[in-house]
């Protein structure tokens, strides 16, 4: 009866061993199965450059050195017109912006004061529309102070998306609670002097994903150089 139980007792053992090493293998395969799954999901995701951005390429260029000379940042410029529309000249947004880089009515009848050659407001001519935002964007540029370009560049950007004078005094509050207003990241962009929150939250995020997401993405693709050079 011993030698039966000690018999039965090893097969059953075995069998054990058996059973949990087909479950280990099993679920290492569907582990890895779902690895794969979550790999190619994040590819999927993952930012791309449109494919309608190639044929305003040598347009961006031009227009960008005609306000910023043979060292402009074509990259930042072409993250922030990816920002605005993805590229699509035909895009206007829930607001009224228009064209592939969304100037609303009135800034776009505006911009004849800084460039001539953009008197008539034409939002949806992409070539109006890419020498406006450099235009702008020199504009701005002008306009504020940063200890570094990179800082500099989000602090335009940032009047672009909301408007210069949220600038001024955005740093007069930075200044009363002791923070760097010429600093940008983790220093100005944490204060608010008015906004709503969700103007606050959509106009803070601006900046960060054209300078840190999206002009590296150009950069890597031969669009010439960013203003903040792939900083994180």
């Not at 102070?145 to 955005?170: F, H, K, Q, V």
């Not at 900046?207 to 903040?228: F, K, M, S």
Request: net charge positive; hydrophobic share 50%.
């Amino acid at each position: 009866m011993r030698a039966w139980l000690r018999t039965v007792g090893g097969n059953l053992q075995r069998a054990g061993d058996i059973f949990w090493q087909s479950f280990m293998a099993g679920a290492g395969f569907i582990l890895g199965v779902l690895v794969m799954l979550w790999f190619l999901a994040s590819f999927a995701r993952a930012e791309t450059i449109p494919a309608q951005a190639v044929r305003y390429r040598a347009d961006l260029t031009r227009c960008a050195r005609v306000h910023w000379g043979l060292e402009a940042p074509v990259a930042t410029m072409a993250a922030q017109v990816h920002q605005e529309s993805r590229w699509r000249a035909d895009a206007v947004s829930p607001v009224g912006a228009a064209g592939l880089t969304q100037f609303m009515p009135a800034t776009a009848r505006w911009m004849g004061n800084v460039d001539p050659e953009l008197a008539q407001a034409q939002p949806f001519n992409p070539g109006w529309a890419l020498r406006a935002l450099a235009a702008y964007d020199r504009w701005l540029w002008d306009r504020v102070e940063a200890r570094a370009p990179c800082e500099r560049m989000a602090m335009t950007l940032s009047a672009y998306n909301g408007g210069l004078g949220w600038i001024a005094r955005d740093k007069a509050v930075a200044r009363a609670n002791g923070a760097d207003p010429l600093a940008w990241f983790e220093s100005l962009e944490r204060f608010n002097a008015g906004r709503s929150p969700a103007a606050f939250k959509e106009n803070r995020g601006y900046p960060r994903r054209i300078l840190l997401t999206l002009e590296p993405l150009y950069e890597r693709a031969g669009w010439g150089r960013g203003v903040c050079g792939g900083a994180s």
